[in-house]
């Protein structure tokens, strides 16, 4: 355990460090009720920020918001044997409400698809319903044994989004563009490098035709499931008898999808960006991209540092108001703390810029940026200090996305590699490793048997090798597919 000030070092013990970076920085804090959290005011900031941006994302692709009960009878969940299957271990149940036995348990949300495509059923009769395109926000509940703040709790929150369509095409190309919002997303916003792909039929979703995922790689080289898309086929509509008139005449069931993205990012940005100072929030989701902290030691000073940061506070919001959405700024003036420890809680808590401001700065008519990713210093004129700062969060934000990418390619292993070989990686630094599949469900459960690795996702081509490899990772036979394969949250 790290001592009063210092965190445990990332390659100390990563798991350590990750849990008191969260808890330092005030993000989350454990629950009275086992395996659940309470997100605090910094953590909800970041995850508020992460839910404007993708709802703007969501709309300006057709989706509209709409909300469904926490409560699903148990008879819908047994309509779609595979979902059934795939979640009956993770429900929580409800059996009694107003002091009586209900007639009909009640299962506590893990997932909306049988509430919603029960509704669907009752709102479409016609192709001309079609597109049906709804996205909700919510918590869902998943009886987890093992949790991790953030990463796996009992409840957390999210979003879900259910489309029905007219068709198959229609449905796949719905399942690959939330995909693509997902990941752009992910390296806009979070800065955070995903490679995306389509999943294998024993790590798919328990339902689904198809499922497609965005992974990224976290610090300690495993694999994190960012955010999935499903193409769930005909299997929820048959189940829900979800028909509609088509155009050429004849009912016909309609095609499904299902996408998601959870709480679970702000574990992912946490993971992909802190050090061992604490968190490094990338400017576009910070709470606060800026703050000021001046520096003095008589009172007369405190007035004067004062009164400058208090304009360039001024001068920073009339700057904001030609440039809306950026910019902002806190001003710490608290007294009896000394800078230092002030420079130690807003490192801690990943501001992504803080500039220092004291008598000589203002003799100079300057104040001095200190980036929080790289920690550089520069001082820059208060009569460009918009731009300036400006121009620097932008600076942070694409320079956070370049270093997670390279770090990911420094531990990602293209050349052939031999089993042993492999199994020795996962045992050691781990990383993603691009080997080819045979197809072998057997082969693929041997591997996680082995090593705890399992199959990510099979890259889309953009992702792929120059040379495809030509043999299965584990049995040496021909590969019918490249896979990345790691260990994994």
Known sequence: MADDKKLTTRAADFSAWYNEAVLRAELADYSPVRGCMVIRPNGYGIWERMQRALDDMFKATGHKNAYFPLFIPESFLHKEAQHVEGFAPETAVVTHGGGKKLEEPLIVRPTSET?????????????????????????????????????????????????????????????????????????????MPVITG???????????????????????????????????????????????????????????????????????????????????VPPLLAPIELVIVPIYKT?????????????????????????????????????????????????????????????????????????????????????????????LLMRIQEDMLIAARERREQNSVRRPISYDDFRALMDGPGGFVYAGWCGSPECETKVKEDTKATVRVLPDEEFRSAEPPATCLRCGRPAIAEAVWAKAY
């Not at 979800?242 to 992912?268: C, D």
């Not at 960006?273 to 604490?278: A, E, I, L, S």
Request: aromatic share 10%; hydrophobic share 40%.
């Open 115 to 191: 509430i919603i495509y029960s509704m669907f059923a009752k709102w479409v009769q016609s192709y001309r319903d079609l597109p049906l395109l709804i996205n909700q926000w919510a918590n869902v509940v998943r009886w987890e044994m093992r949790t991790r703040l953030f990463l796996r709790t009992l409840e957390f929150l999210w979003q879900e989004g259910h489309t029905a369509h007219a068709s198959h095409d229609e449905a796949e190309e719905e399942t690959r563009r939330m995909l693509g919002v997902y990941r752009d997303f992910m390296e806009g916003w979070m800065a």
């Open 198 to 280: 389509q999943k294998t039929d024993a790590e798919k979703f328990a339902g689904a035709l198809r499922t497609y995922a965005c992974e990224a790689m976290m610090q300690d080289n495993k694999a994190l499931q960012a955010g999935t898309s499903h193409n769930l086929g005909q299997n929820f509509a048959k189940a829900f008898d979800l028909k509609f008139q088509a155009e050429h005449g004849g009912q016909e069931f309609a095609w499904n999808t299902s996408w998601g993205v959870s709480t679970r990012l702000v574990g992912g940005l946490v993971m992909t960006h802190g050090d061992d100072n604490g968190l490094r």
């Open 299 to 391: 009172d007369d000073e405190r007035s004067r540092m004062l009164e400058a940061a208090e304009r360039i506070v001024q001068t920073l919001t009339e700057w904001e108001r030609r440039e809306p959405g950026r910019l902002r700024v806190h001003l710490d003036d608290r007294d009896g703390i000394k800078p230092g420890a002030k420079y130690y809680e807003w490192e801690l808590r990943g501001i992504p810029l803080r500039m220092e401001l004291g008598p000589r700065d203002l003799e100079k008519n300057q104040a001095v940026l200190v980036r929080r990713d790289t920690r550089e210093k520069k001082p820059v004129s208060l009569n460009t200090i918009g731009e300036d700062v400006a121009d």
